[in-house]
């Protein structure tokens, strides 16, 4: 995925938030932050979910899969990166 796009992403994790068809995000995005995750780094785990269905979507020519991104974030957080020295 391009990281031009992942500005395009949160945007679309936003509108996410406070559409009623898409509760489950808003849902995600409250548990990580209450189990102590910053909310702008729960908003980029959500935007790496949303961009990994998009581009399956991409690649396999299908429509969007609202089971697969609802598995993805259940499984959020995502194992954070080391820091580098």
Request: proline residues 7%; glycine residues 4%.
């Amino acid at each position: 995925m391009s990281d031009d796009l992942f500005p395009e992403l949160l945007s679309a994790v936003e509108q996410q938030l406070v559409s009623p068809q898409t509760k489950y995000v808003a849902a995600t995005l409250k548990r990580l932050v209450k189990d102590g995750m910053e909310e702008t780094m729960a908003k980029q785990q959500i935007a790496l979910c949303l961009g990994d269905e998009t581009d399956q979507m991409l690649r396999k020519h299908r429509g969007f899969d609202e089971k697969a991104y609802r598995a993805a974030l259940a499984e959020l957080p995502l194992p954070q990166e080391p820091d580098e020295p």
